[in-house]
């Protein structure tokens, strides 16, 4: 699920099961945003990554 006031651009990879809340801003646009299975990201967050060889993963619930 993403909220319709949540944006995600660029090579985002979600799993099963994702929450994307209200207001969150999610970024693969430098390099990809991996999120894993049953994980929720909450109102306001802001997830991206940044230049440098490594990306952003976030595990499985």
């Known amino acids: 699920m ?3 006031s ?3 651009i660029g090579d985002v ?3 099963d099961d994702v929450g ?3 207001l969150v ?3 693969g646009d430098v390099h990809y945003v991996q999120i894993g299975a049953r994980t ?3 109102d ?3 997830c991206m990554s940044l230049i440098n060889p490594r990306t952003t993963q976030m595990a499985t619930h």
Do not use: E, F, M, T
Request: without cysteine; proline residues 5%; aromatic residues 4%.
């Open 20 to 22: 994307i809340w209200p």
């Open 13 to 15: 990879r979600l799993a």
């Open 44 to 46: 306001g967050s802001i």
């Open 40 to 42: 929720n990201i909450q």
């Open 6 to 8: 949540s944006v995600v």
């Open 25 to 27: 801003v999610i970024r």
């Open 2 to 4: 993403i909220d319709d």
